[in-house]
């Protein structure tokens, strides 16, 4: 027998942006790219070989056509879900896009999503490749953890959400602690720095340790998640976000010799679409999110 009806994806795109009147929310529905969704429906539309919907309008509406072949499928195609689920089949898996910069990813994300796992088995995190010059504009991310560019403003449907990251401190072994009475005394060590971020020791001493002196700086590292090896293997001292070394102060592999934090106005912030709010998979994704950074923010303050 040869089948002549359209694939159920081609047909659940329809279907969506039917009752959506939005490609970008049927996309979210369904948890696909907005790409995607837009090729199903062309791919009905040439099988069919009449136009289904309207394009031109500010909502995205079915044609007279695209109304006579949504009534046709609209009960069959709900006919099919029901079967689904009364035939006793797993819940479907919603997946979650995310960008995030690396080393808070590593050290602090990835180590966390267990527990998001044990709340929300249903939920797939999904991790893409992150852009230090991110414009927003990808189609295959649904949510961002970006550092923030002060020069740069968030643009325009992106909403950003401060997590954690603000504060810097020093930190280092216990033994180079131990040479370590006042901040003056740092400017006699050698000094860990980031690449992208050269006036974060001018900035701490300067903010925090009350010492104008510009310091001699060491051996520079691309990556924070480099820079916090190396502190732990004793090369030097580094200046670095407390919730970034949580598991090192735990176990005191690494010692903050001077308490005082300096802000640098940057932080990570979680950014997502404006046109994604109500998206529960999101909601769910971004409520956990927000506590967990409020939980190491209060660790992190009785540490510094």
């Known amino acids: 027998?040869?089948?002549?009806?359209?694939?159920?994806?081609?047909?659940?795109?329809?279907?969506?942006?039917c009752q959506l009147g939005s490609f970008r929310k049927a996309a979210d529905m369904l948890c696909v790219t907005q790409a995607g969704v837009s090729r199903a429906v062309l791919?009905?539309?040439?099988?069919?070989?009449?136009?289904?919907?309207?394009?031109t309008g500010l909502r995205v509406l079915p044609t007279a056509r695209g109304r006579e072949y949504q009534a046709l499928v609209e009960a069959h195609v709900a006919g099919l879900e029901n079967a689904f689920d009364q035939f006793g089949a797993p819940c479907a898996t919603h997946k979650l896009r995310l960008s995030v910069a690396p080393t808070l990813g590593t050290r602090w994300l990835?180590?966390?999503?267990?527990?998001?796992?044990?709340?929300?088995?249903?939920?797939?995190?999904?991790?893409?490749?992150?852009?230090?010059?991110?414009?927003?504009?990808?189609?295959?991310?649904?949510?961002?953890?970006?550092?923030?560019?002060p020069a740069r403003a968030w643009p325009r449907g992106i909403r950003a959400h401060y997590l954690l990251g603000r504060e810097i401190v020093p930190a280092c072994t216990p033994?180079?602690?131990?040479?370590?009475?006042?901040?003056?005394?740092?400017?006699?060590?050698?000094?860990?720095?980031?690449?992208?971020?050269?006036?974060?020791?001018?900035?701490?001493?300067?903010?925090?340790?009350?010492v104008e002196t510009l310091p001699a700086l060491g051996p520079s590292f691309d990556l924070g998640n480099n820079l916090i090896v190396a502190a732990c293997a004793g090369m030097g001292v580094t200046v670095i976000q407390p919730a970034l070394i949580e598991p090192e102060l735990a176990s005191g592999q690494l010692v903050?010799?001077?308490?005082?934090?300096?802000?640098?106005?940057?932080?990570?912030?979680?950014?997502?679409?404006?046109?994604?709010?109500?998206?529960?998979?999101?909601?769910?994704?971004?409520?956990?999110?927000?506590?967990?950074?409020?939980l190491s923010l209060d660790r992190v303050s009785h540490s510094i």
């Open 1 to 17: 027998m040869r089948f002549k009806s359209p694939s159920l994806p081609e047909l659940h795109a329809f279907l969506a942006v």
């Open 43 to 55: 791919r009905l539309e040439q099988h069919l070989a009449c136009t289904l919907l309207d394009r």
């Open 110 to 149: 990835v180590p966390r999503l267990p527990q998001f796992r044990a709340l929300h088995p249903d939920i797939e995190i999904e991790f893409r490749q992150f852009h230090y010059d991110e414009d927003f504009a990808r189609d295959d991310v649904d949510l961002w953890v970006e550092i923030k560019r």
């Open 175 to 210: 033994a180079l602690a131990k040479g370590l009475r006042e901040p003056q005394d740092l400017l006699k060590a050698t000094l860990l720095q980031h690449t992208n971020y050269p006036g974060n020791w001018a900035l701490w001493l300067s903010q925090a340790g009350g």
């Open 256 to 294: 903050l010799p001077f308490k005082p934090a300096a802000d640098t106005d940057r932080g990570y912030y979680l950014c997502r679409r404006a046109a994604l709010a109500g998206n529960a998979t999101s909601d769910q994704f971004t409520h956990w999110l927000q506590l967990e950074a409020r």
